[in-house]
C-alpha cells in the first residue's frame, strides 16, 4: 500500500510523544521518513536515545532518527523531568538501544530530506518545542514553500497554560521558534491543550492496551500510568490528557478533531506571558489565519485508534 503520508517526527520523548511515534509506526497509511529529536522535555542526549528505544520497541529498529538542537533559538532550555521522570520515558523498563543513532544533523536532514522530495509531499508532525522546524526555515527558507503542512501539538488558549499561567510546554521553551514557525507562511493544523485536554487517559482506557497483552502495549499501559499521575493530581482529574498521539490521529482519521482556521501569534516580548499563544478565536482581528485550531475530539474514538493500531506491532 502506498503510504498516503509521507511524515517527518520531531519529538522530545516523553511519554506523550512515545505513544504518538507508535500510533505512526503501527499505521500502514504513514511512512516515516525520519525522527528527529529536540532538547523539550528532557536534554537531548535522552530525547534522541528515548526515540531509538521507542522505535525498538514497535520492532522498528530501521528506521531512521537524528538528534536536533540541544537547547531553544534564545532562551535557556526549560525541561519537564517532574511529569515524565529522570529518564524523560519513566514507566516501563525499556533496553539501551542497539540501533544507531543517525551521523547527520537534525535541522540537516530536514532541509535535505524537503529539498529533495517532490514539493507539497511530505508533512512535518513536530511534538516537543519548535526549534529544530524554526532552524530548518532559518537555513533554507525555500523549504516553506515545500512543507505540505505542519501538524504540531503545542499551545492552548481557553485552556490557559500548563507550564506557566499564559504559556504551555512546547511554545514556552521555544517561543522565537513558535514565531518563526507560525509566521511562516506553511499551512498549520494546531493541536493545543484546548483539545488534547478531552483526550483523558482513565484507568478503563490504560486497561484496554493492557488486554492486547504485547510488549509495545504493555509498555505503553506502563508510560501512561506513569505519565498520567503529575496532570491528575495538578488538575484533580481521572486520567492525564494525551497531548502528542493526537497529531498522528489527526492524519490518520481527521473527522474525530473539530476546529476552525484562526490567526495565532506567539508573544515573546512580555516575560509575564512569555509564549502565550493568542488565538484570535472570534475573528476580531485582521490578522491573517495562519493555522487551523483544534478544539475538539472524539476522545473514544481516538483512543479506539490508539489501541487497533498499537495493537498491530
Ligand atoms: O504541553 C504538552 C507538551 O509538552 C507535550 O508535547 C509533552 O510531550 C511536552 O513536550
Ligand atoms: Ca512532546
Known sequence: MTARHRIIIDTDP?????VAILLALGSPEIEVLGI?????????????KNARKVCELAGKPETRVYAGAIRPM??????????????????PDLPEPVMP???QHAVDFIVETLMAEEAGTVTLCPLGPLTNIALALVREPRIAAR????????????????TTPAAEFNIYVDPHAADVVFRSGVPIVMMPLDVTHKALTSSARIAAFRKLDTRPALATAEMLEFFERFDETKYGTDGGPLHDPCVIAYLLQPDL?????????????????????VIDWWGVTKR??????MRDIDADGFF????ERIGNL
Open 74 to 91: 534564545v532562551r535557556p532550555l526549560v525541561t519537564a523531568e517532574q511529569v515524565h521522570g529522570k529518564t524523560g520515558l519513566d514507566g
Open 36 to 48: 528527529t529529536a529536540v532538547a523539550g522535555n528532557v536534554p537531548l542526549r535522552l530525547t534522541e
Open 101 to 103: 543513532l543517525q551521523k
Open 14 to 18: 516523553g511519554q506523550d510523544d512515545a
Open 147 to 162: 512543507i505540505q503542512r505542519i501538524v504540531l501539538m503545542g499551545g492552548g488558549f481557553f485552556e490557559g497554560g500548563n
Open 257 to 277: 478533531f473539530r476546529g476552525r482556521d484562526c490567526n495565532v501569534s506567539v508573544e515573546i516580548a512580555s516575560e509575564l506571558t512569555m509564549g502565550m499563544t
Open 288 to 293: 491573517p489565519k495562519n493555522a487551523m485550531v
Open 304 to 307: 479506539a485508534l490508539l489501541v
